[in-house]
C-alpha cells in the first residue's frame, strides 16, 4: 500500500542511547518532515527536507540528526537521547503539486529511561 | 516565526449537538489545513483552504477560512461518536512548505 512507512512503533531507550527512527515513502513526494507530539503542544516541527540532498532546521532540532539521501528515505537519529526526548514521532510526506495535504506515518511511541 | 493558536483545547459535547473550533494565526497564511487524529492513531489530512473567504463542506463538517487568511474554523453539526477524536489546523506561510500546527482540540461524545 502507498503511504509513510515508519519503524518502529515502540522503543524504549536508556539515557545516553542513541538510535535511528526510520521513515520511508514510495508516493515520490518532494517534502518529507519530522514533528515530536507531547499532550497540549500539538505537532512541533523537528527537521525537514525539500528534497534528496536538502535538509533544514525545525522548530525544536537539538538532540536529532537527519539526512535525504534519497527521495524515500529520512531517518532521524537520536544523538544521546535525554528523557525529554519521550515522545510520539510522526514522520510526513508531502508533494506542492497535489492537493491532499501531508500523509503521516503510523507514528514512533519513543520512551527514554 | 508562525505561530498557529487553537482554542478550545477541550470539547465536549453532546451527541447530536453542534460545536465549532477556532484557529487564528499570528501572520497571514498562503493556505490552512485541518487534520483528524483518532485516539492512538496518526493525523489524517481532512481538508486545504487557500482563497480568502473560502467555505467547504464534507458532510456534516464546514471549514471556513477568513478573508484576511488569518484565520480559520471548523464547524461540526449534529455531531456523532463517529467525530471523537483531537482536529488540528495547520498553517502554511507564503514561502515554504513548512506546516506549523496549533495544539489541537480534543473531542469526546457525550452519548
Known amino acids: 500500500n502507498a503511504g509513510v512507512t515508519q519503524t518502529p512503533k515502540f522503543q524504549v531507550l536508556k539515557t545516553g542511547q542513541s538510535m535511528t527512527l526510520q521513515c520511508a515513502q514510495d508516493?515520490?513526494?518532494?517534502?518529507m518532515s519530522w514533528y515530536r507530539q507531547d499532550p497540549g503542544m500539538g505537532l512541533r516541527l523537528i527537521h525537514y527536507?525539500?528534497?534528496?540532498?536538502?535538509?533544514d532546521q525545525g522548530e525544536v532540532p537539538n538532540g536529532y540528526n537527519v539526512s535525504r539521501s534519497t527521495t524515500e528515505d529520512f531517518p532521524l537519529r537520536l544523538l544521546s537521547a535525554a528523557p525529554s526526548q519521550t515522545s510520539v514521532y510522526f514522520c510526513?510526506?508531502?508533494?506542492?503539486?497535489?492537493?491532499?495535504?501531508?500523509?503521516f506515518g503510523s507514528g514512533t511511541r519513543l520512551t527514554v529511561v | 516565526g508562525q505561530q498557529v493558536m487553537q482554542i478550545p483545547q477541550y470539547q465536549h459535547v453532546q451527541e447530536g449537538e453542534d460545536f465549532t473550533t477556532y484557529c487564528n494565526s499570528s501572520?497571514?497564511?498562503?493556505?490552512i489545513q485541518w487534520y483528524k487524529q483518532r485516539p492512538g492513531g496518526h493525523p489524517v489530512f481532512l481538508i486545504q483552504?487557500?482563497?480568502?473567504?473560502e467555505v467547504k463542506k464534507q458532510k456534516r463538517l464546514t471549514f471556513q477560512f477568513g478573508e484576511a487568511k488569518k484565520n480559520s474554523s471548523l464547524h461540526i453539526t449534529a455531531t456523532q461518536t463517529t467525530d471523537v477524536g483531537t482536529y488540528f489546523c495547520?498553517?502554511?506561510?507564503?514561502?515554504?512548505?513548512?506546516?506549523?500546527f496549533g495544539a489541537g482540540t480534543t473531542v469526546t461524545v457525550r452519548a
Open positions: 508516493m515520490n513526494h518532494e517534502y
Open positions: 527536507s525539500v528534497g534528496a540532498g536538502i535538509t
Open positions: 510526513a510526506s508531502y508533494s506542492p503539486t497535489g492537493t491532499y495535504g501531508y500523509t
Open positions: 501572520t497571514t497564511l498562503s493556505n
Open positions: 483552504l487557500v482563497k480568502s473567504g
Open positions: 495547520a498553517g502554511r506561510g507564503s514561502n515554504d512548505y513548512k506546516l506549523s
